[in-house]
């Protein structure tokens, strides 16, 4: 019996499609990611989620649905300030030898919300 074999991905889906800048569009699909589940967790409407980071709702839902070039990795952690969020950047030296160095999106996890 010949089995297929499925090409394993590289764990950056947009470097896979073959996007310009793949990390970049990786980073800011986690910060939108954390910015949806901030907005369902609050219960919060596009259209206030809009006054709050100073953009008409319809942006805010291309946003939530992907579209997110628009929007610069600054513009976002603003949002997640706007948020009532603390946004911490770490820097640290790259100490695997297996991987190259990246850039990583963590926070702690809250009770009720999903962490990734």
Same mark, same amino acid.
């Given at each position: 019996?010949?089995?297929? /074999?499925?090409?394993?991905?590289?764990?950056?889906?947009?470097?896979?499609?073959?996007?310009?800048?793949?990390?970049?569009?990786?980073?800011?699909?986690?910060?939108?990611?954390? *910015?949806?589940? *901030?907005?369902k967790?609050?219960?919060?409407? =596009?259209? !206030?989620?809009?006054?709050? +980071?100073?953009?008409? =709702?319809? !942006?805010?839902? /291309?946003?939530?649905?992907? %579209?997110?070039? =628009? +929007?610069? &990795? %600054?513009?976002l952690?603003?949002?997640?300030?706007?948020?009532?969020? !603390?946004? /911490? *950047?770490? *820097?640290?030296?790259?100490?695997?030898? %297996?991987?190259?160095?990246?850039?990583? &999106?963590?926070?702690?996890? =809250?009770?009720?919300?999903?962490?990734?």
């Open positions: 019996m010949n089995r297929n /074999k499925t090409p394993t991905g590289s764990q950056n889906v947009f470097r896979d499609l073959g996007f310009p800048n793949p990390e970049e569009h990786l980073l800011k699909a986690h910060l939108v990611y954390k *910015i949806d589940t *901030i907005l967790a609050r219960k919060l409407k =596009q259209v !206030d989620a809009g006054k709050l +980071f100073g953009i008409p =709702q319809p !942006d805010v839902s /291309k946003m939530l649905r992907g %579209e997110f070039r =628009q +929007f610069s &990795v %600054e513009r952690l603003r949002f997640l300030v706007a948020l009532d969020h !603390d946004v /911490k *950047i770490v *820097i640290t030296p790259h100490r695997g030898k %297996e991987n190259p160095p990246a850039l990583h &999106v963590s926070w702690p996890p =809250q009770p009720g919300m999903l962490n990734f």
